[in-house]
């Protein structure tokens, strides 16, 4: 059943196959009626989704317009097939939506982003492989709108506004409704995990450089400075203490960012050294995510001039700086 904000806002919760188990969506009984994010592009997904929305007296037609928190799989990757079939126009920002076109293509930058960090060849194509076939639950987006940050998302009763969050992913944007004080975060904040910043694949262009959990803390500072009460998630239940949670995150990652710099005194070690340490018996699926979560600290310490990081036979290895 899906659970009720405000009268108007249902949260219906979708079935994917990862260890989060599923994704929410929200439906706005509004002018026009809204749906953010979509949840995958599986059977199990679409049936949930048809099924909610029929329990409340709506169908997948009665959809008139999609906005879209980020370019993950679980987040977007309906909304294709949701707007064919009921003409709801997608919104996204632009970065994601380049993002969702090149991903494809993004598999070789990829797998030398990893070798580069220290991983076995082996696991390197396992996690691959797994990632090319997870993509196969999204399809790619023909056409979208862009929302930046700043912009007004009009209802015939209420106004939101994008507030761009970038961090978790490059071009994460959050819904704000200022009047309820409610506040729609996709990834950005969820109560029971802490948010991995995503390692950012560059194009071949840009120098290879992870500014994810950099950019992610200074969204989280964002958000702190916000007036709202409510966070509704994109997995997981709602958060009734916004300021609590963002001081947990914080004080999460000052623990991190001790722990690595202390594993760094034992001598030099690859993200992936470090990886294991912090996630022992990391399944070859979730081994991008840990390398995300340790490169993002390893580049804020090298910022800061706490640690360096040499190349030795393709590899990063970092040490600190004594
Ligand atoms: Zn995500
Ligand atoms: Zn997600």
């Keep these: ?83 064919s079939l009921s003409g709801a126009p997608i919104y996204i920002h632009p970065k994601e939506y380049g993002r969702i076109r090149s991903v494809i293509h993004s598999f070789g930058p990829l797998k030398s982003i990893l070798l580069r960090n220290g991983v076995p060849e082996g696991l390197v194509n396992e996690a691959i492989r797994f990632m090319e076939s997870a993509q196969k639950m999204a399809d790619s987006l023909d056409e979208a709108f862009f929302l930046e940050d700043g912009e007004t998302i009009p209802f015939a009763s209420m106004i939101w506004k994008t507030i761009h969050c970038p961090g978790h992913s490059p071009g994460l944007i959050c819904f704000y ?78 623990e991190r960012m001790t722990h690595i710099l202390s594993l760094l005194s034992q001598g030099e070690k690859t993200s992936y050294e470090i990886t294991l340490d912090l996630f022992p018996g990391v399944p070859p699926f979730e081994i991008f995510l840990g390398i995300s979560e340790a490169v993002g600290h390893l580049e804020i310490l090298k910022e800061e001039g706490r640690i360096r990081v040499r190349e030795k036979q393709g590899k990063d290895y970092y040490s600190l700086v004594s």
């Design 1 to 83: 059943m899906a659970l009720t904000f405000f009268e108007k806002i249902y949260k219906i919760e979708l079935p994917i196959p990862f260890p989060m188990k599923t994704t929410n969506v929200f439906f706005i009984d509004d002018s026009p009626k809204t749906l953010i994010d979509t949840g995958i592009k599986t059977d199990a997904s679409f049936e949930m989704l048809k099924k909610e929305l029929g329990g409340l007296g709506f169908s997948i037609p009665s959809i008139e317009r999609i906005l879209i928190t980020h370019g993950h799989i679980d987040h977007y990757g309906q909304a294709q097939k949701i707007s």
């Design 177 to 254: 409704w200022p009047e309820k004080k409610t506040l729609f975060t996709g990834d950005h904040l969820l109560k029971e995990i802490t948010p991995n910043p995503v390692l950012y694949v560059p194009d071949s262009k840009s120098p290879l450089r992870y500014p994810g959990l950099k950019e992610y803390l200074s969204s989280l500072k964002k958000i702190e400075g916000l007036d709202v009460d409510l966070l509704l998630p994109g997995h997981g239940e709602e958060v009734h203490d916004p300021k609590g949670l963002i001081r947990k995150i914080f004080a999460h990652h000052l």
